[in-house]
């Protein structure tokens, strides 16, 4: 049945073009945002994945950040440790030099106290950022001002979405307290001995040779906190290292679910394309219908 009040034909034919207009709409957003999924509208559910996932990216920056801060403060300090077990070697020596006979231990006393001046001097000058991990009274960040510094380490989100912090605590040598305020007890019991840095002295061979347990002493433990320090720097590194590397992994994830794949959508647009020029005269033909009606009445 003809009717010149309704075309079905023309209506199907609209159908069809405004499906491919839109169609084609959404293709052209696709390729001027680079993203199939650009908002909720487009898929709410992997739309809602990829922000919580961009979330923990910006999340991952700001723990760089914590760690980078972190790594440099245990770094400067590492440095300054090592640095003072090499001075304390050099005390050794001028130690064991003046338990000889015939050295000038004048001399030999005041090298000592030039070394022992560079040690404080290094304890001093070993801060990053206000933090000094040689001397725990600078040290205002972290547990306590004696328990070191703590440096965010990771988030860590569990399968109901809460999200708990990780750190890394990093104790303070403190070789302020150990060389000069409390000192460094070896043995136990009756045989306990502490030693600081102003019991080695060396102007006369006999104290030379009484300072030579000290001296043991001081470098055995300034070797030990040299060694934590170089242990704890090297695992904020190396997490670091991990948090770059997992943010990369997260941001590529993120990606694959929103990013619009071009080569497919390129395609897809020229064909559009055509579907629409094809749409356009297929309304055209159906808009003509009713006008053939005319050759009835002639």
């Known amino acids: 049945m003809s009717s010149i009040l309704t075309n079905n034909g023309a209506m199907v034919a609209l159908q069809t073009l405004k499906s491919i207009n ?35 990216v910006a999340g991952y920056n700001a723990i760089e950040d914590s760690l980078s801060l972190g790594e440099s403060t245990v770094a ?106 409390t000192g460094v007890t070896v043995g136990t019991g009756t045989s306990a001995a502490t030693y600081k840095l102003a019991d080695i002295k060396v102007d006369t061979s006999s104290n030379a040779e009484g300072s030579l347990d000290a001296i043991e002493a001081l470098i ?32 590529s994830g993120i990606g694959s679910l929103v990013d619009a794949d071009m080569e497919e959508t390129s395609a897809r647009l020229q064909a559009l394309q055509v579907q629409q020029q094809l749409g356009t005269q297929a309304l055209s033909i159906a808009n003509q219908a009713p006008q053939q009606l005319l050759s009835l009445f002639r």
């Open 220 to 251: 055995d433990t300034a070797t030990a906190e040299a060694a934590k320090l170089g242990a704890s720097s090297a695992r904020i590194t190396d997490q670091k290292d991990f948090i770059s590397k997992l943010s990369d992994s997260v941001t």
């Open 22 to 56: 839109s169609s084609l709409n959404d293709t052209q957003s696709a390729i001027s945002t680079g993203k199939d999924i650009n908002s909720a509208k487009d898929n709410a559910s992997v739309w809602a994945i990829s922000k919580v996932m961009e979330s923990d």
């Open 76 to 181: 400067v300090a590492s440095t300054g440790a090592e640095q003072i077990v090499e001075k304390l070697k050099e005390i050794k020596e001028k130690v064991v030099s003046a338990t000889g006979e015939n050295v000038d231990n004048d001399k030999i006393s005041s090298e000592v106290d030039e070394l022992k001046s560079q040690i404080q001097s290094i304890i001093g000058a070993s801060q990053f950022n206000g933090a000094n991990l040689l001397d725990s009274s600078t040290v205002t960040t972290g547990t306590s001002a004696t328990n070191g510094i703590t440096v965010l380490s990771s988030l860590d989100r569990d399968n109901t979405g809460a999200v708990t912090a990780s750190n890394i605590t990093v104790a303070s040598a403190d070789f302020t307290d150990k060389f000069t305020t």
